[in-house]
């Protein structure tokens, strides 16, 4: 039985083969998990169809094109060598056995894949010690490589050796790593660019006094979070906030196809999300529906699997509209990037007391700036300022937003 990269969606084309949970000549049984598959949307594990002995054809660390044979299985009846209880195992860990191998140990603390386990046993890790991002906590190459930074730096030599010899022939021998970029910072970066070489792309500023939003939170966190579980953050007001600028506004939740343009009477939210592997956008469907506390609980759920590697296809496809919070880090003002095809893009920041003017004297408030980036082949500059306007009136008088003004 051949075993290819099966269709993931309809624009990915290629994937990263990026652990093999198995080795060559492994008993499989069958809905065994086998190989965990990388491309530039999300991470997707391969089970065996049937019971048999593997046969590895494509190498961890190789990309190939969807349909490939990445490895075989001669079907038949096997007996797979099921795992030792958890108490059998400690009490054979406590008695002194010759048989006992550090890896069986770490194998029985731990779920892990092979080439974890072989590099956990090399660098001298506890398996225990290594949190897991495979599924259900399954520890994953990355993970021990991650564990155990300064060791992964030095791992890999013949690459390190390379990039030497490449800069002694320039006459430089100052060392460097090159690294070959991860399918999903491959994607960044293409879609990066074709934000830049196909939309006409401007930025629109404004800034937002958020003295009620910060009010609001404090009076009624504590009742929030015992009713749903989840705190009351800033995500759900400019959630909230941009959908009803974009009723308001319905150029700027278009998107433009060939010659024609699309309306959405739909509000499907992208929000930016910054993983240890790049950032990616899942969105919220139906934003417009949602209540503040589903909002909120949406966002953490979906950052949750974002960074354990569990977004979907269905998590990431699709989106209106995208906000981006760049305050998280620190950000005071920036030009965030158009989503294409979408067509515009907020961007939060910093919360900051500054000195303003109010009624004739000055006063300190708690003051964010906001960026809007939008296509200019379809949003017009009085549209643009007027929805981003209409945002910072929404955020600086939230009760609109409860009452559906």
């Known amino acids: ?224 979070t015992k009713k749903h579980s989840i705190k009351l953050g800033m995500m759900s007001f400019f959630v909230k906030a941009c959908i009803e600028a974009l009723k308001e506004f319905p150029a700027v939740n278009a998107s433009i196809d060939g010659s024609d343009i699309v309306y959405h009477h739909y509000y499907d939210i992208g929000i930016a999300v910054g993983t240890d592997r790049g950032l990616v956008v899942p969105v919220l469907r139906d934003a417009d529906q949602l209540t503040f506390a589903e909002i909120e609980q949406q966002i953490a759920d979906l950052a949750t699997k974002a960074n354990a590697r569990k977004l979907t296809l269905a998590d990431l496809e699709g989106g209106t509209f995208t906000i981006t919070n760049g305050g998280v880090y620190g950000s005071l003002l920036s030009t965030p990037i158009i989503n294409p095809p979408q067509c515009g893009v907020l961007g939060m920041h910093s919360i900051q007391d500054r000195p303003v003017v109010v009624n004739g004297e000055v006063v300190i408030k708690p003051i964010m700036n906001l960026a809007l980036s939008y296509d200019h082949r379809l949003i017009d500059g009085r549209e643009a300022v007027s929805f981003l306007k209409s945002i910072k009136e929404y955020i600086e008088d939230p009760s609109e937003l409860f009452l559906e003004l």
């Open 1 to 224: 039985m051949e075993i290819k990269i099966p269709e993931i969606g309809e624009s990915i084309l290629e994937a990263l083969v990026a652990n093999w949970f198995k080795e060559d000549g492994d008993a499989v049984a069958k809905d065994d998990i086998i190989c965990e598959l990388e491309t530039d949307k999300v991470n997707v594990e391969l089970t065996a169809e049937a019971s048999g002995i593997l046969s590895i054809v494509i190498p961890q660390g190789q990309t190939v094109p969807i349909g490939t044979v990445i490895a075989t299985l001669a079907e038949g009846d096997v007996e797979v060598a099921a795992p030792l209880p958890a108490t059998e195992e400690k009490t054979e860990t406590v008695a002194p056995a010759a048989t006992n191998t550090a890896a069986q140990k770490q194998e029985a603390q731990a779920p892990a894949n092979p080439a974890a386990r072989q590099q956990a046993e090399e660098r001298g890790i506890d398996l225990q010690k290594v949190a897991g991002s495979g599924r259900d906590g399954r520890v994953i190459l990355d993970d021990v490589l991650a564990h155990d930074k300064p060791a992964a730096l030095q791992a890999e030599p013949k690459e390190a050796e390379s990039s030497r010899v490449l800069a002694k022939a320039d006459g430089d021998d100052r060392p460097i790593t090159r690294q070959a970029m991860t399918p999903i910072r491959q994607r960044i970066a293409a879609r990066l660019l074709q934000a830049r070489q196909e939309t006409a792309m401007l930025t629109t500023f404004n800034e937002a006094d958020m003295s009620w939003v910060k009010k609001i939170r404090k009076r009624h966190q504590e009742q929030f």
